[in-house]
């Protein structure tokens, strides 16, 4: 196809407006994916070191699928609205070889295992046309491997940063502090924010996809538990877990979510039906009936985020002010609705979920092996004994237990107390809780700023959430929203929601593209411990002609597939951090290394440490 190529900004670009560009053919879906895989270069494993992605699709590969689906469209075929166009889907859920991505849930322990087939959801997305590009990082085992482990953080992966916070998370943050990025599905987040691909798919039990597209500043819903089949996917509850998506605009999540649920019974009825012409909302937002929580009371907990007055104030005065614009435009506002408090999802003063994922972990983790053609590891007792066998990749100073596995080994329950706490929650969580609500004030929707406990309740009665993107706070730019839910199969009430808000506050708090702020120094971020410990290991037993570039371009064609990479200033800086005597350059016969400038010349082990 002959054209100009049209240059874009991946920051910004959504999926409607790239398929406006296929549609035009100004665009090639070629063209496009070149532009991501660049963008995922420059700042994954390098620049910003977002390290929202584990592992990239080969070049040849997703370059391939992309002239294919081209070639298709040449032929006036399109499979489906987003026909060419990439994604990211997390990391938990299986992608079979040939798709040439590990499937590693963040553990050590799946690194080379191949799935025998993909999951249903991405059969789904290649059937409608979309291009997997990368899997997102996410809390190792959905966050069932230790206690108080930071939302992002796998051992594969690393700890997943903002691209909002320069600097990254702050020295002693809580796990969900003003510099923390989010939950589970945080790498599905930020590879959307950051231009790694417009559109991303998370799981979620409570608040996974929620809290982390709200501080990416993204459009997200968590659908309905049991609307799309979980099979090949790694999570903590069968109960609670479903699929959600993410992306920069109202339209693209609509369209993504009805990619997903092609062939649903409840697909028909979600169409909000909104035609969106100038002043949409003298029409559209008269038609909604909105609880708003009160942000006072409906925030985090002081253990799970410290408070900050000036931040608080800010937040709660955005708040407010978007709820009396939306009333302005004619939607019917409660507020302060009257919403039960999360701590009655409790039972005998302990957290009801965690009861519930230590009973059902143990059987999705077993059905996930099994659905594993090639494995190094077949049971729980298979990851621990692995982890401590590799404790120097498994297990790092960051994060050196693995506890909640342990206990989950462990754990005995009785199936028929389980059941009664699922009830207790769904009761407390359905009608006691939102249904309540709902029907008492007669309402559609129920809102509240997305940093608090809706998600729990949504959770427990296994209905649907969204988030929208509000603002930023002062402190350091992070962006916060709004969640709202629903009853179970009402998503066309929260799209409407969705579009409106869209239509009254058009302006996503958009990333700097400044690597720091000016009145932040950082330091450069070296590679995670168990990816240290390899550098200095492969470096010590191999003869490498004193050339750092040598080994970096060993370890880079070794990790080709995976899609990790480090560059050569970082490896010739971490051995001369840790007394290796080491040149840049690449070796020659008779000179050695090309010297540039050398490290010291003491030669010892020394163990990294955080």
Not at 19 to 41: F, G, P
Not at 551 to 577: D, F, H, I, M, P
Not at 591 to 598: K, Y
Request: negative net charge.
């Amino acid at each position: 196809m002959d054209h100009d190529v049209v240059d874009f900004d991946p920051l910004t670009i959504t999926a409607t407006d790239l398929k406006s560009l296929l549609d035009a053919n100004v665009l090639t879906s070629v063209e496009i994916v070149e532009r991501y895989l660049l963008q995922i270069e420059r700042h994954n494993r390098k620049g910003r070191q977002l390290r929202a992605l584990i592992s990239v699709a080969p070049r040849y590969n997703v370059l391939g699928r992309a002239k294919q689906l081209d070639e298709e469209r040449a032929r006036g075929k399109t499979r489906g609205p987003f026909h060419g166009i990439p994604i990211v889907v997390k990391d938990n859920i299986m992608t079979e070889p040939s798709l040439g991505m590990d499937t590693t849930v963040g553990s050590y322990a799946f690194v080379g295992a191949k799935p025998k087939k993909n999951a249903p959801i991405i059969d789904q997305l290649i059937q409608g046309g979309l291009i997997v590009i990368g899997k997102a990082n996410l809390t190792e085992f959905c966050g069932l491997r230790t206690p108080n482990m930071m939302p992002g953080w796998s051992s594969v992966g690393g700890q997943t940063q903002s691209i909002y916070i320069p600097g990254g998370i702050e020295p002693g943050e809580t796990i969900l502090g003003h510099s923390a990025p989010g939950g589970c599905s945080t790498g599905s987040a930020v590879a959307v924010a950051a231009g790694f691909a417009p559109l991303a798919l998370g799981t979620e039990t409570v608040g996974s996809i929620i809290t982390p597209a709200s501080r990416s500043a993204l459009y997200a819903i968590k659908l309905t538990v049991g609307e799309v089949p979980m099979d090949g996917i790694f999570g903590l509850s069968k109960t609670f877990d479903s699929v959600g998506a993410m992306a920069k605009s109202a339209a693209d999540l609509e369209t993504l979510v009805k990619v997903l649920t092609k062939g649903s019974s409840n697909r028909d009825s979600w169409d909000s039906g909104i035609d969106m012409t100038e002043n949409p909302w003298e029409r559209n937002w008269c038609g909604l009936r909105i609880g708003f929580a009160d942000p006072a009371i409906w925030k985090l907990d002081e253990e799970s985020c410290r408070p900050d007055r000036n931040a608080d104030e800010e937040m709660e005065q955005k708040y407010e002010a978007a709820i009396e614009k939306i009333r302005d435009r004619g939607a019917a506002v409660n507020y302060p609705v009257e919403i039960p408090l999360p701590e009655n999802l409790s039972v005998d003063d302990a957290d009801g979920f965690e009861m519930v994922a230590y009973h059902e972990f143990k059987d999705i983790a077993n059905k996930f092996m099994a659905g594993l053609e090639k494995s190094k590891v077949r049971s729980i007792s298979d990851i621990i004994k692995y982890n401590a066998d590799h404790a120097h990749l498994a297990l790092p100073a960051l994060c050196s237990n693995q506890d909640d596995l342990i206990a989950v080994r462990d754990h005995i329950s009785n199936p028929e107390w389980v059941s009664e706490v699922i009830d207790r929650l769904k009761l407390y969580g359905a009608d006691h809780g939102i249904d309540k609500v709902l029907s008492d004030h007669d309402l559609d929707i129920i809102a509240a700023p997305a940093d608090s406990g809706l998600c729990c309740f949504a959770a427990a009665a296994g209905y649907p959430i969204a988030t929208v993107p509000l603002s930023t706070i002062r402190l350091n730019g992070r962006p916060f929203g709004i969640a709202l839910t629903t009853r179970s199969n009402d998503e066309h009430k929260l799209f409407q929601f969705v579009k409106m808000w869209e239509a009254t506050f058009p302006d996503r708090p958009k990333p700097s593209t400044h690597f720091r702020s000016p009145n932040r120094r950082s330091p450069p971020l070296l590679p995670d411990a168990p990816i240290v410990n390899l550098i200095l290991r492969e470096w010590d037993s191999r003869e490498w002609s004193l050339s750092s570039d040598a080994l970096t371009e060993w370890l880079n064609a070794r990790w080709r597939k995976s899609g990790y990479s480090v560059s050569q200033e970082t490896v010739y800086q971490l051995l001369k951090r840790h007394d290796r005597i080491a040149f840049r350059g690449i070796v020659d016969e008779s000179e050695g290394a090309f010297t540039r400038e050398q490290a010291p010349r003491r030669r010892k082990q020394v163990q990294f440490e955080d």
